[in-house]
């Protein structure tokens, strides 16, 4: 069964504590997608990867790290230098940076 | 920049009602543009594209056509269900931006019965 899974679906964490969400593919899609979704808003982009081992930073990548090791995951760190983190986190991937985007089910982040 | 400009809403219909939301944006190419919608509580779902002017695109009885001298994307469904509740994002993905997706702010859409 081919897609996008994020864990977990929702996700509590204490202020200041670092926090990894997980986000995995089995599409064999090359390029993988970091976005933060806040209430009433679009989506802004994080970081994004087009290849293994390779990434950039995006729109609003400050207090946010990743990493690319495998080309079915690309984890997101939620730092505490992130100073709002409250937030619906969205994955996604595409076969090429040219192609259309396929979201994950998204991970909802509390900090309290 | 890239930027996508969406009707705000929200928008309430009866069931069997006709749906418009309008869409425009700015690009500095020739962008690819797509409609997603995002259910409560779940990821964004690709609706439908459009790659080149004058496309149409369409899917579950949604359309949309790509015009260029209107810079404009408007999603349309002729007669809506409850189940096409949901929140509607209009984006646009464009080479002088390496392809990264500009979306819309969303237009939130309720269908009563």
């Known amino acids: 069964d081919g897609g996008i899974t994020q864990s977990p679906k929702y996700l509590f964490r204490k202020e200041g504590q670092n926090v990894t969400l997980s986000c995995e593919q089995n599409?064999?899609?090359?390029?993988m997608y970091w976005y933060r979704q806040d209430p009433g808003q679009g989506l802004r982009l994080i970081y994004y990867s087009q290849i293994v081992n390779d990434f950039q930073k995006g729109d609003i990548a400050e207090g946010y790290s990743v990493s690319r090791e495998k080309k079915e995951s690309f984890p997101l760190t939620v730092t505490s230098a992130q100073k709002n983190p409250t937030a619906f986190y969205l994955c996604?991937?595409?076969?090429?940076?040219?192609?259309?985007?396929?979201f994950g089910p998204g991970t909802r982040l509390t900090v309290l | 920049g890239d930027s996508v400009t969406q009707m705000e809403g929200p928008v309430t219909l009866s069931e069997e009602a006709f749906l418009t939301i309008n869409c425009t944006y700015t690009a500095t190419g020739y962008p690819s543009l797509f409609w997603y919608v995002q259910y409560p509580g779940e990821g964004l779902q690709l609706l439908l594209k459009?790659?080149?002017?004058?496309d149409k695109g369409s899917n579950k009885g949604f359309e949309a056509t790509y015009r260029k001298e209107t810079t404009s994307f408007h999603l349309e469904k002729g007669s809506v269900q409850v189940s096409d509740s949901a929140v509607y994002f209009c984006?646009?993905?464009?080479?002088?931006?390496?392809?990264?997706?500009?979306f819309g702010a969303g237009t939130t859409v309720t269908v009563r019965a």
């Open positions: 996604a991937s595409s076969i090429s940076a040219y192609n259309e985007q396929f």
């Open positions: 984006a646009l993905s464009d080479r002088s931006n390496d392809y990264k997706l500009s």
């Open positions: 459009a790659t080149k002017a004058d």
């Open positions: 599409l064999n899609h090359d390029a």
